[in-house]
């Protein structure tokens, strides 16, 4: 990363019946939003402006309601890209994979907004998706089987990983959902614990980890 500019991650937690972590990933003056979960993200947009940090982007790990219902309040605030695996796509414009039906909660995001997918390997900077290995903040990583379109984002120099509902302090995600597939969660379990034991985990639910502490479980 140019500049040597130190990653700092805030976790807040989504005013939701699921609980579910939204986190604000500080580079410098500038920052990505991950997660905004609850209909009115005030506590984050409170926290943006009152350390003047400029929103880049904002992050989806995947497309369930407890993660994406504070898009359209994110983008209010400010308009800026949003990033979604290609599979999970979908999710932003179907109730049902969602699961906002099932939760009786009203969502609609405009397709005229800047959504940008992104598929393994990608590489996101703090101007987009770059080619550039020394403007890459997160590099994205597949990991199938909470969802069909499940992320995380991964950040080699900081050993950082945001592993939304895939991998939680002690579990993992719920298998038993539209799209869900056991086999394929199976497969990105093993495949997330190639990484260095020390990569800190930072997950959808609960409090962070490390691929070491969660390898005694796979």
Request: glycine content about 8%; aromatic content about 10%; hydrophobic content about 35%.
């Amino acid at each position: 990363m140019k500049g040597e500019i130190k990653m700092e991650l805030i976790r807040f937690v989504n005013d939701n019946l699921a609980r579910s972590n939204c986190y604000i990933v500080k580079c410098g003056k500038k920052c990505f939003v991950v997660d905004p979960g609850e209909e009115k993200m005030t506590k984050v947009i409170d926290f943006l402006e009152k350390n003047e940090l400029e929103m880049v982007a904002v992050l989806l790990t995947h497309g369930h309601w407890d993660h994406i219902l504070g898009i359209n309040s994110m983008m209010e605030y400010k308009k800026v890209p949003l990033f979604v695996s290609e599979k999970g796509y979908e999710f932003l414009f179907n109730p049902e994979i969602s699961l906002c039906i099932w939760q009786d909660v009203e969502f609609k995001i405009d397709k005229s907004l800047d959504i940008r997918t992104v598929k393994e390997n990608d590489m996101i900077g703090l101007a987009g998706i770059t080619e550039d290995e020394d403007e890459c903040i997160f590099k994205i990583i597949e990991t199938p089987g909470h969802t069909s379109g499940d992320i995380c984002y991964y950040n080699e120099k900081e050993k950082v990983m945001i592993t939304g509902d895939t991998i939680f302090k002690g579990t993992y995600g719920r298998v038993d959902l539209p799209t869900s597939n056991p086999i394929e969660m199976g497969k990105s379990l093993k495949k997330l614990m190639q990484y260095p034991e020390d990569t800190k985990v930072y997950p959808g639910h609960s409090f962070d980890t490390t691929i070491g502490e969660e390898k005694r479980y796979y």
